[in-house]
């Protein structure tokens, strides 16, 4: 399976970004996907996962009410809605499919390009 991420960009403190990560290859639909970031000098981190039929998320509680998960599973695609967005959610963000059941990176692949959110103050 072969992963784009796409949607990132600047916006002020407060504001929303809908990132996208089109799959390509794989059975999608039996996939547990899962969003990460990666800030400068920092290691890469879990930011949000849902289950193949969509019915069950996670989150970090760095981003539990502000962010959500979903996907369309017809169009082999994973979404993050980001609301309220902070200076600390900058970063670059990634998908992948989860490999292994555990929340670190990993267990998590393969991974396509990330995405780039900078949020300004």
């Known amino acids: 399976v072969q992963l784009q991420a796409f949607g990132g960009g600047l916006v002020q403190a407060g504001g929303s970004l809908r990132l996208s990560c089109a799959a390509s290859?794989?059975?999608?639909?039996?996939?547990?996907m899962g969003w990460f970031r990666q800030a400068p000098g920092k290691e890469r981190e879990f930011v949000a996962a849902?289950?193949?039929?969509?019915?069950?998320?996670y989150y970090a509680g760095s981003v539990k009410g502000r962010f959500t998960i979903s996907r369309d599973n017809a169009k082999n695609t994973v979404y993050l809605q980001m609301n309220s967005l902070k200076p600390e959610d900058t970063a670059v963000y990634f998908c992948?499919?989860?490999?292994?059941?555990?929340?670190?990176?990993?267990?998590?692949?393969?991974w396509g390009q990330g995405t780039q959110v900078t949020v300004s103050s």
């Open positions: 849902i289950s193949g039929s969509g019915g069950t998320t």
């Open positions: 992948a499919v989860q490999r292994r059941s555990s929340w670190r990176p990993t267990d998590f692949g393969p």
């Open positions: 290859g794989g059975t999608f639909r039996t996939y547990v």
